[in-house]
Nanobody
Framework: QVQLVESGGGLVQAGGSLRLSCAAS????????MGWYRQGPGKQRELVAS???????NYADSVKGRFTISRDNAKNTVYLQMNSLRTEDTAVYYC??????????????WGQGTQVTISS
């Protein structure tokens, strides 16, 4: 079973930075699209950023220019560098790994989440 373990969350002041890490195991990491999602208080889970197996990235409009997603296939790890943090970035951040099966149906797994809290 796929295992995703997030780390790097915490409490920082607005304007600060954090780097989240997600270490994956029990998957052929390089074949997976990796993503970071977040769920703020009273909100639905939303995509923050993703990176495909060929390195293409996608960002939510709200984080463009502030967040950077990257992956290290040798370490089976995906990162989310978050700069210029805002109070509205406060959320639980989840790592996601997704791939397509032989029938082209997506399947994936989630990490347990890491809390990010931005103080004003």
């Amino acid at each position: 079973q796929v295992q995703l373990v997030e780390s790097g969350g915490g409490l920082v002041q607005a304007g600060g930075s954090l780097r989240l890490s997600c270490a994956a195991s029990r998957i052929i990491f390089r074949f997976y699209t990796m993503g970071w999602y977040r769920q703020g208080p009273g909100k639905q889970r939303e995509l923050v950023a993703s990176v495909t197996s060929d390195g293409s990235t996608n960002y939510a409009d709200s984080v463009k220019g502030r967040f950077t997603i990257s992956r290290d296939n040798a370490k089976n790890t995906v990162y989310l560098q978050m700069n210029s943090l805002r109070t509205e970035d406060t959320a639980v951040y989840y790592c996601n790994a997704e791939a397509l099966n032989s029938a082209g149906v997506p399947f994936g797994s989630w990490g347990q989440g890491t809390q990010v809290t931005i103080s004003s």
